[in-house]
């Protein structure tokens, strides 16, 4: 059976293409052997469930321990109900071993208990039955909440001085967030959490990293040994650089060229294939992405994200707190300064947030669209400003961040003339005060040969208390314009020094401090 690149569950190698998992983990092997108890976090769909079932695996078939991979999710239901959440994680532990273990090693009948002591009992009983030391793997460990999640962590934090003897040997917890977040699982309370961690006996916590370009493309590589079908250096170049590795991302870019898209065998993937792939992953929303973009109504998640689109600094009182979600979610890099974790999940998230707005453009796109082919660019930002001006205040109003309303609202309506036959390439981020905006249009010369056609906009806003931003914008419209070479460019300034009504746009030509033409909208 040939392999595939798999965007959905664990991988298997005998169908998958996968990464190696020992490579990506590659401190368990030293901590298990010390008797670590620690954390391996990570975002969804980045490969934890594959590594850890691999690694149990392979520890079990090596003779020297009797490791068990299991998931907590169906102890997710019980929320505080102590006693079935701590029934639901041993309901789990037994079947994950009569599933993968031999008989010798899987656990003896579990004894009875008090709710409080169910876990410790279950796994002080199967320690002392079983030849070999045990190791476990409790995946999914955040998806419990309430007392049942917090339960789990006191009764491992209370077997851990009667180790290995009369408790696990090491025992791994993974999940979304590191064990200092597990205040969020237990309702967001930390008080709930008591005075000292339920798991300060963690020896290291571990986030389990992205996919580095050398193992991307060592992914990519295998599906051109099995079909003779390479990838170009251009094209994997391209994959990393739209993906940062995420690993799902990378896989169903390669899904969508090789299953979707229907690239012949012998044709080398370019990267217009990857471009056209990542076009028609942002249309089609696959469940990875709609399940993450799901969580942007949400106030912990809004708090980073819409700061990010507008362009301003970071501040609150529960910034941490919610860096570190949103960071657990993958939404964000895990390092400074906070901005969007890959190019692809740029561009879905204002997509996605300014959904409404562009299902409110009526204008067609063909009529934008020039005898020669060229995108007509003047008009498009005339009948714009008209839209603005009749239609911005109620537009305002259907863009779920507020404060990005604006920016929102003029990339809808840019998203909506030119998708299909262009692109728009977005930089935003914490601290920019703008939003910059290339427009890519592609088109033919008259001869026959493809060319080009790119516009570039930078836009601002102008809030109460601020000067206005004219003269700083043309200085930063100078170094983009510079950045990609073009000699000409648009500011949009929206005016927001009275939310409750919208200035009359009108447009000026001016030129940058470099001599760059400008065309200046007001709205």
Not at 165 to 176: E, R
Not at 362 to 367: D, G, L, Q, R, V
Not at 468 to 481: A, H, I, N, S, V
Request: aromatic content about 8%; hydrophobic content about 40%.
């Amino acid at each position: 059976m040939s392999r595939r690149f798999n965007t959905a569950g664990p991988c298997e190698a005998e169908r998958d293409y996968l990464v190696p998992p020992a490579a990506r983990f590659p401190e368990a092997r030293r901590l298990i052997d010390q008797q670590g108890y620690f954390v391996l976090h990570a975002p969804r769909q980045t490969g934890k469930t594959t590594t850890l079932r691999a690694l149990a695996a392979a520890l079990t078939a090596e003779g020297r321990y009797a490791a068990l991979h299991f998931t907590c999710e169906e102890a997710s239901v019980t929320r505080d109900d102590y006693g079935a959440g701590m029934r639901a994680v041993l309901h789990a532990l037994r079947n994950a071993a009569e599933n993968s273990l031999p008989p010798e090693l899987q656990p003896p009948p579990f004894p009875d208990a008090p709710d409080s002591q169910l876990l410790h009992a279950a796994l002080r009983a199967w320690t002392h039955a079983c030849p070999r030391p045990l190791v476990l793997f409790f995946d999914e460990i955040d998806s419990m909440v309430g007392d049942t999640v917090i339960g789990v962590l006191r009764q491992l934090r209370a077997g851990f001085t009667e180790r290995p003897q009369h408790f696990p040997w090491s025992v791994i917890l993974c999940g979304l967030r590191d064990i200092r977040d597990y205040k969020l699982a237990a309702g967001g309370n930390p008080p709930r959490l008591g005075s000292s961690s339920p798991f300060n006996i963690k020896v290291e916590s571990t986030r389990l990293a992205d996919f580095s370009f050398a193992e991307m493309s060592g992914l990519y590589a295998q599906h051109t040994a099995d079909t003779g079908q390479p990838f170009t250096e251009a094209a994997i170049a391209r994959a990393f650089e739209l993906t940062a590795g995420q690993p799902w991302l990378v896989n169903a870019l390669a899904r969508e060229i090789v299953e979707k898209m229907g690239v012949p065998t012998p044709e080398s993937i370019t990267i217009d294939h990857v471009d056209r792939a990542k076009e028609r992953l942002i249309r089609a929303r696959a469940t990875h992405l709609d399940s993450l973009l799901a969580r942007l109504t949400e106030p912990r998640v809004r708090r980073i994200i819409e700061p990010l689109i507008v362009g301003d600094v970071l501040y609150g009182d529960e910034l941490d707190d919610d860096i570190a979600y949103v960071r657990a979610l993958g939404l964000i890099a895990i390092d400074n300064p906070v901005r969007v974790a890959n190019p692809i999940y740029r561009e879905i998230i204002v997509r996605v947030l300014a959904g409404a707005a562009e299902g409110s453009v009526t204008a067609e796109p063909h009529s934008f669209v020039l005898p020669d082919g060229r995108l007509a660019w003047k008009k498009l930002l005339r009948e714009f400003a008209g839209f603005w001006a009749e239609h911005g205040l109620s537009l305002q109003a259907s863009v779920p961040y507020h404060e990005a309303a604006p920016q929102l609202v003029l990339m809808a309506w840019l998203q909506r003339l030119v998708n299909g036959g262009g692109q728009i390439d977005r930089e935003y981020g914490v601290g920019r005060g703008r939003v910059d905006l290339l427009v890519r249009w592609p088109y033919h010369l008259a001869d026959g040969t493809k060319a080009v056609q790119r516009r570039a906009l930078e836009v601002k806003v102008w809030r109460p208390g601020q000067v206005d931003p004219r003269k700083r914008g043309l200085e930063q419209l100078d170094g983009y314009l510079g950045q990609l070479r073009l000699a000409r460019g648009v500011l949009v300034i929206f005016d927001r020094r009275k939310p409750d009504r919208i200035v009359q746009p009108r447009f000026e030509d001016t030129k940058t401090p470099k001599g760059r033409a400008v065309r200046l909208l007001r709205a």
